[in-house]
């Protein structure tokens, strides 16, 4: 059947057959999930060995194998680049589209999801987009908060595979997702950026480093699980690291200009980010506190 010819139906079977393209850090907490859940999905990475490597599911040479026969297809993708290779390539996703929902989960800005939204239509199928807000460890235990953006029967058929992940909140129309998604972000940036600050100038007024972040979690307890790299020095096991808030904060500040909006302390917090990635982007975000204490990461 070719893809002009293909429908898409209105609800998934009790059994879908879900695809996950990208086993990056999410990509692997997503499908380990799925498959916890009693889902055995279809599982695609650029570097196949990774996607091996999950002993689940079925893992596919290319990503138009790997939606071809999915029910829903679920794409956790580092960045906009690899989501328009991974869509858009020699053997992408777009060419194996045929009537499957689409869920865009990657943080890749809402000019991409417009985009990929016409490219997909176009292949007879739907797309929706569901950003995580939360690290990998929130999915596997099934409390990561999505963002979802899309029509509201796209959204309903999703939600009972979505929700193993965590909470849906229906968001608003396409694009909704990805642009609160910024904004989330932004604000984890500048908190974490705060927080190293006021970690090193408490050290300095006398206060040992456990108290001041126990006073900290107090009033932002979500911090409490990045106690390894402010308290202890420990940054190289990243929840989140620096390069990749420093990505979504240009994301965010250019979504930002674009409609005039004054965000000179989120444009200051990504020129800390900045300063910083050279020496220790690849780490944890808490090796932002290497920034104000001058201490080399270890």
Do not use: C
């Not at 599982?43 to 060995?49: D, F, L, P, S, Y």
């Not at 865009?104 to 929706?128: C, H, K, V």
């Not at 004054?262 to 975000?285: F, Q």
Request: charged share 20%; aromatic share 6%.
């Amino acid at each position: 059947m070719s893809p002009s010819d293909a429908t898409v139906t209105t609800e998934l079977p009790d059994q879908p057959e879900v695809t996950v393209l990208g086993t990056g850090r999410m990509g692997s907490a997503i499908a380990r999930r799925l498959a916890a859940s009693g889902l055995k999905p279809r599982v695609w990475n650029r570097t196949r060995e990774r996607a091996e490597n999950l002993q689940l599911g079925i893992p596919f040479d290319t990503p138009a194998r790997a939606v071809q026969a999915a029910d829903l297809v679920l794409s956790a993708l580092a960045d906009s680049r690899a989501v328009r290779d991974v869509y858009y390539g020699a053997d992408g996703a777009l060419q194996g589209a045929s009537g499957q929902l689409f869920v865009e989960m990657s943080t890749a800005g809402p000019d991409m999801i417009a985009d990929l939204d016409q490219a997909i239509e176009g292949r007879n199928s739907r797309l929706i987009e569901a950003p995580i807000f939360g690290n990998q460890h929130a999915v596997a235990a099934g409390i990561a908060l999505l963002l979802v953006g899309g029509d509201k029967a796209d959204v309903e058929r999703a939600t009972k595979v979505l929700a193993t992940l965590g909470p849906v909140h229906h968001v608003g129309e396409l694009g909704t997702g990805a642009r609160l998604k910024l904004i989330a972000n932004s604000l984890f940036a500048v908190t974490n950026v705060v927080v190293a600050e006021l970690m090193a100038a408490g050290v300095l007024l006398g206060i040992n480093r456990e108290t001041i972040f126990w006073v900290l979690t107090q009033q932002a307890p979500y911090l409490a699980s990045r106690h390894a790299g402010f308290v202890e020095d420990q940054y190289d096991d990243p929840l989140f690291s620096l390069r990749e808030m420093l990505k979504d904060l240009h994301l965010a500040t250019d979504a930002y200009s674009r409609v005039g909006a004054s965000t000179p302390v989120t444009s200051l917090v990504r020129g800390l980010i900045e300063e910083a990635v050279p020496a220790v982007g690849e780490l944890d975000l808490a090796a932002i506190l290497t920034r104000f204490t001058g201490r080399p990461s270890e």
